[in-house]
């Protein structure tokens, strides 16, 4: 598939740092759709549209009314609570409306193919103006320790997962640790912007504490300060505490996104519990390419120290499974909505939505899913470490180097829903999909005037 639209990175210093990933181009034309605004009755639940301009160099769908209406066009704020908003009298603010889950799955991997992972990812602005209070949503995949070999309880009690989710036992492996995260609009964004951010979200105690950014864990406390996490690898980018933004008006452009697991403790003395992995994030854009951060083997350590059952089992000593069927999803934790009820009917009005359009009418979130050998780049740096070998410029997408393996996306499903119902005639608007043959998926626009 062709790799369209280059996307720029905002930083402190700008650099080109020239290690990793494949080159990004530009595309003419992108189309606007803009998505919202549901009707509910008591029985079921509708979406309707209204209204559309059109330009010379593109198509914006639009619905009427968000949330929150500001008054006059001021320059947005810092604090979202500084906004000035209008809500009618007959109507009431509900929170989490709509919500759920869109998902792609791909095919299996192969033996040793558990090193790394990539794939571009879709970077657009939400919203036009001001970012909606409360607003969640990202979409990535979930990178999870292969402990399909214990049944165990790797969740040490006092844990949220252990005390919460029950139907996680008994191994509760799924919510052991994980590497989330990617673009998308986090909830305790402490400097909001409707243009997506990437923060990365390191789940290493079962849900517990949650590091989302250097600067704020995933409740937005300060409770991190003498725990290990995230550190500092590039001299370029500074990942910067509330995320990682973009250039202003992106609408469709990818960013290139591996996390490659290092020896860069290669040598180092530890203790003989601690593991070696070193799980490191590479970011491929218009104005850089090379690794960012990585996480210590120490953050995936602490929640197994002193706990048998989980020991040599956390991110830092496994990796993943390399048979694993991987699942990249778009999800929507959050959105409010204002509710309006007429006798026993009730009326569900959500924030508009944009989302970018290509030529063929889809909004792609993921494309290129690629997972990669021992030898795609672990050897060479770990013999470099070790030896001091010449360690030269590795691209980890170069087809004729064959270290690692073309995923193919086969199945995607639809879990969007309106106060757990779902939205009716939905489908007759958009549906999710894949494209060109496995190796992108999204949403599949089947009715742009009226979506």
């Known amino acids: 598939m062709r790799q369209i639209f280059g996307i720029h990175l905002i930083f402190l210093i700008i650099f080109f740092s020239a290690c990793v990933g494949s080159e990004v181009a530009d595309e003419s034309t992108t189309t606007s759709t803009t998505v919202e605004d549901a009707s509910t009755t008591s029985s079921s639940t509708t979406t309707t549209v209204k209204d559309t301009t059109t330009t010379s160099s593109s198509t914006t769908t639009t619905v009427k009314d968000t949330t929150t209406t500001i008054e006059k066009k001021v320059q947005p704020p810092l604090n979202p609570d500084l906004v000035q908003t209008f809500i009618p009298d007959s109507a009431e603010l509900e929170g989490s409306t709509l919500k759920g889950y869109l998902h792609a799955y791909s095919t299996r991997g192969k033996n040793g193919s558990n090193y790394g992972i990539s794939f571009y990812t879709g970077i657009w602005s939400t919203f036009e103006e001001y970012l909606p209070l409360d607003f969640q949503r990202g979409h990535g995949t979930w990178i999870t320790p292969n402990n399909s070999d214990t049944e165990e309880p790797l969740c040490r009690p006092g844990t949220v997962a252990r005390e919460y989710w029950p139907e996680r036992a008994p191994s509760y492996r799924d919510v052991f640790q994980t590497i989330e995260g990617g673009p998308g609009y986090w909830g305790n964004t402490q400097f909001p912007d409707p243009q997506m951010k990437y923060r990365v979200n390191i789940v290493t105690d079962c849900y517990t504490t949650q590091t989302s950014s250097p600067g704020w864990n995933w409740g937005g406390t300060n409770t991190l300060n003498e725990q290990a996490g995230i550190a500092q690898i590039s001299n370029t980018l500074l990942y910067a505490p509330d ?60 929640i197994t120290d002193g706990y048998e059952p989980a020991q040599k089992r956390g991110l830092d000593s496994k990796l993943f499974d390399s048979y694993r069927n991987w699942s990249l999803a778009d999800e929507i934790g959050v959105i409010n909505g204002l509710v309006v009820k007429s006798g026993e009917s009730s009326f569900i009005r959500i924030p508009k939505m944009n989302y970018p359009v290509d030529e063929l009418g889809r909004t792609i979130y993921h494309q290129d899913l690629k997972a990669y050998y021992k030898t795609s780049i672990f050897d060479s740096i770990e013999r470099y470490i070790n030896k001091g070998t010449e360690l030269s410029s590795i691209h980890l997408d170069d087809k004729e180097r064959y270290h690692f393996e073309q995923l193919y996306f086969e199945d995607a499903d639809f879990g969007w829903r309106i106060k757990d119902k779902e939205i009716d005639n939905l489908n007759k608007i958009l549906s999710v999909d894949i494209f060109d043959n496995g190796i992108a998926w999204g949403i599949k626009w089947t009715d742009l005037k009226n979506a």
């Open 243 to 302: 995320g990682i933004t973009f250039q202003r008006g992106a609408s469709g452009s990818f960013l290139g996104q591996a996390w490659m697991n290092l020896p860069l403790t290669s040598g180092i003395e530890e203790t003989t519990l601690v593991g070696k992995n070193n799980w490191t994030l590479f970011l491929n854009a218009g104005n850089f390419s090379g690794p960012s951060v990585y996480v210590t083997p120490e953050a995936w350590f602490r």
